[in-house]
């Protein structure tokens, strides 16, 4: 019986890594070690930033946030979360996954919004960019840690590296897709008032396009948090290596503490990223406004859409 594979294959395998190994890795070899050194920089100094802080004033802070951006009882659920991953002892660990989390997104924020700006102003781009944004996200993260390997070494900066490459689509679809959702009529009018292209883009585009960039940024932020474990593949640290370590101990304890830090932290800023996109956010009063009102003796209180006392 006949069998293409007898007659004739393509030896691709052979092609890819003679251009890597051959070629890519000897001739660019220093430009990619350089690439890793902002990223090095800006995550070695969030680390040593989020591990400095005592655990009790970074919860009671990102509980305020929670609490001025969303309700209280994202801020209560934030608290009882932290506390919890304090209290099963993994705490070093995810604020090391949180510096390379907030690494990655920074990363990809400055390199997707930019692309997103330029694929919504010329179709051609946007085409031609498609398909490599395709490629990014259907093809499995497994397929390139060995080319970032060979390019970057073993580390975190290489982990981040692949956890951007994973997590940059989303934001810069979303930022295309919002931008080119402005109506035209409201272009039209900023131009007929004599704006330039960069006050229409910052003062128009940008402002009308912010949920839909947000979106992109907390999906870019889920895909980040979703690559931890497989970061740790090769070499990076976090949560993500303490269930990697317990998988390949068959530690079930160690790999649930793991889990349980990563799944926590990704719903706390999972709401938080999505109340900050929303159009209308929960109008919940603020600490100092709560702490005012236990020294307003006698003061009626008034309506804050009509201004009436409520009674």
């Given at each position: 019986m006949w069998q293409p594979s007898d007659t004739f294959e393509i030896p691709l395998d052979t092609w890819v890594e003679s251009a890597i190994k051959g070629w890519l890795v000897p001739n660019f070899r220093d430009v990619f070690q350089a690439i890793q050194v902002p990223i090095t920089v800006v995550l070695e100094g969030l680390d040593m930033a989020l591990q400095a802080i005592p655990m009790p004033v970074f919860a009671i802070a990102v509980a305020l946030?929670?609490?001025?951006?969303?309700?209280?009882?994202l801020a209560l659920f934030t608290l009882i979360s932290l506390a919890i991953v304090d209290l099963i002892g993994v705490w070093?660990?995810?604020?090391?996954?949180?510096?390379?989390?907030?690494?990655?997104?920074?990363?990809?924020?400055?390199?997707g919004v930019p692309l997103g700006i330029g694929a919504a102003r010329r179709d051609g781009f946007e085409k031609g960019l498609r398909p490599v944004l395709d490629i990014m996200q259907t093809i499995p993260p497994f397929v390139y840690l060995v080319p970032i390997v060979m390019l970057f070494g073993v580390g975190m900066a290489p982990g981040i590296i692949a956890t951007i490459i994973f997590a940059l689509p989303p934001i810069i679809r979303l930022t295309n897709l919002g931008i080119r959702s402005v109506p035209e009529d409201l272009i039209e009018a900023?131009?007929?008032?004599?704006?330039?292209?960069?006050?229409?883009?910052?003062?128009v585009q940008l402002?009308?396009?912010?949920?839909?960039?947000?979106?992109?940024?907390?999906?870019?932020?889920?895909l980040a948090l979703s690559m931890a474990?497989?970061?740790?593949?090769?070499?990076?640290?976090?949560?993500?290596?303490?269930?990697?370590?317990?998988?390949?101990?068959?530690?079930?304890g160690a790999a649930t503490e793991g889990g349980l830090g990563i799944v926590l932290l990704a719903m706390i800023l999972d709401r938080i990223t999505q109340a900050l996109?929303?159009?209308?956010?929960?109008?919940t009063p603020g600490f100092l406004e709560t702490l005012k009102s236990f020294f307003r003796f006698g003061t009626p209180a008034t309506s804050p859409e009509?201004?009436?006392?409520?009674s």
């Open positions: 946030v929670a609490w001025a951006v969303a309700s209280r009882g070093t660990q995810t604020m090391t996954t949180l510096a390379m989390i907030l690494t990655a997104v920074l990363f990809c924020a400055i390199v900023a131009f007929a008032f004599g704006s330039s292209p960069r006050q229409v883009l910052w003062e402002p009308l396009a912010l949920r839909t960039i947000m979106a992109g940024l907390n999906q870019t932020l889920m474990v497989i970061a740790a593949l090769i070499g990076a640290g976090g949560l993500g290596l303490t269930v990697y370590t317990g998988l390949g101990r068959l530690d079930v996109g929303s159009d209308s956010p929960t109008k009509t201004g009436r006392r409520v």
